[in-house]
Structures are given as structure tokens and as C-alpha cells.
């Protein structure tokens, strides 16, 4: 089964800096991976998702941005952070069986 | 499109009872697959159950279970002896064939009490 690492586990940043969150899968190749938002007691929000290195593909136009740059890396970035991109960041990757393997999040407060 | 729905924001139940969350889907594929995740306070999403679409047979884990009714596109979860560890959020979502979006409901609060 893959497992998938993220880190830091806290952030706080001020606005107008800029963000990087990296997640890496481990036990599997070619996963498909996805980075969410999910906001205090709600629910998930997908940001992007991935089939394969270098392709990218956005479900909501914001100020974030998400890279590919290997096969088990999926890094979030952001140029200029807002304050309502504070939130909890998940990744998650893909089995064969469909099943969303997540990691353990970032919480994120833009301050 | 495909869709989610969760209708219990919140849910209670007192530890050893039995507790079923609810979950409608609509989608027009013949080929899919039926998930519930578990989100306890930590934040980490854990797998707790999944179903395939073209399995008659109930899913079936430790004290998870489903009742999955395909023409009614229901797919709840029964948590039979509630544990205060089982206080969680709990996710319903539909991944489809062909599509490599998962759809996700917007969750149902689990709170047991001693």
C-alpha cells in the first residue's frame, strides 16, 4: 500500500509571502495525486490533481499553483499568500483500486 | 456531473450503540465505486469501508458496515458497537470509471458519548 508524507504539519505565514507544501508517495509509481483544502468542519475542496510528471491540471483558478516535478513528488506553491488560503491542506494519492490514500496535512494560517 | 449528499451535518449515538449515516449518490455510470473515510480530530483520513458498484453483497468491516441499495443509489454506513474512538467526521464519496476525480460529500460530525 503507498504511503504519502507531508510536511511541515503547521504553518503560519504572512500575507504576501510566498508558499511552497511538499508531499511525496512512497510504495507506489506512477500514482495519481491530488491536493485538497478542506476549511474548519467542512468539507473537501479539490485544488489540483495529477496523472503523471508535468501534467497539472486545476479545478479552482486562485493564486495557487501545483508542480510535478518527479514521479512521487507533488508540491503546492503560491507566489503572494492571501488570508483565505489559511486552511488544512491534504494530499492524497490514488490506488489502482481507486481508494484516496491521504497524508497527515498542513494546517496553514495566513496572518 | 456526478453528486454527493450527506444529509446529517451531525450525529449522536452513546458508546455501544448502533448508528447508521446516510448517503445518496447520483451518477450515470455503470461502473463505480462507493467509499466511506473516517476523519477523527488528528485530521487524518483513513479509509474505513469501500463498495464496488457491480457487487450485490454488502460490504462488510469488523464493525463497519454497508447497506448499499443501487436502484435507490443509497449507500449508508451502520457502526454497530460505537466506540468513543469512532468520533469523527465521516466522508461519503463516488469515484466513477473514467473519471479521475472522486466526488466527496460534505461530511456528517459523529460524536459518541460515553
Known amino acids: 500500500s503507498q504511503t504519502i508524507h507531508q510536511w511541515p504539519a503547521t504553518l503560519v505565514q504572512p500575507v504576501g509571502s510566498p508558499l511552497s507544501l511538499e508531499c511525496t508517495v512512497e510504495?507506489?509509481?506512477?500514482?495519481?495525486l491530488y491536493w485538497y483544502r478542506q476549511a474548519a468542519g467542512r468539507g473537501l475542496q479539490l485544488l489540483f490533481y495529477?496523472?503523471?510528471?508535468?501534467?497539472i491540471s486545476s479545478e479552482v483558478p486562485q493564486n495557487l499553483s501545483a508542480s510535478r516535478p518527479q514521479d512521487r513528488q507533488f508540491i503546492l506553491s503560491s507566489k503572494k499568500l492571501l488570508l483565505s488560503d489559511s486552511g488544512f491542506y491534504l494530499c492524497?494519492?490514488?490506488?489502482?483500486?481507486?481508494?484516496?490514500?491521504f497524508g497527515p496535512g498542513t494546517r496553514l494560517t495566513v496572518t | 456531473a456526478q453528486t454527493v449528499t450527506q444529509s446529517q451535518p451531525e450525529m449522536s449515538v452513546q458508546e455501544a450503540e448502533t448508528v447508521t449515516l446516510s448517503c445518496t449518490y447520483d451518477?450515470?455510470?455503470?461502473?463505480?465505486?462507493l467509499f466511506w473515510y473516517k476523519q477523527p480530530p488528528s485530521r487524518q483520513m483513513i479509509l474505513v469501508i469501500r463498495?464496488?458498484?457491480?457487487?450485490?453483497q454488502n460490504a462488510t468491516e469488523n464493525r463497519f458496515s454497508v447497506n448499499f441499495q443501487k436502484a435507490a443509489k443509497s449507500f449508508s454506513l451502520k457502526i454497530s458497537d460505537s466506540q468513543l474512538g469512532d468520533t469523527a467526521m465521516y466522508f461519503c464519496?463516488?469515484?466513477?470509471?473514467?473519471?479521475?476525480?472522486?466526488?466527496f460529500g460534505r461530511g456528517t460530525s459523529l460524536i459518541v458519548h460515553p
Open positions: 492524497a494519492g490514488a490506488s489502482p483500486n481507486y481508494e484516496q490514500y
Open positions: 510504495g507506489t509509481s506512477n500514482p495519481n
Open positions: 495529477s496523472v503523471g510528471i508535468g501534467q
Open positions: 451518477t450515470s455510470e455503470n461502473n463505480y465505486y
Open positions: 463498495q464496488e458498484a457491480y457487487k450485490q
Open positions: 464519496a463516488l469515484y466513477s470509471g473514467g473519471s479521475y476525480i472522486p466526488t
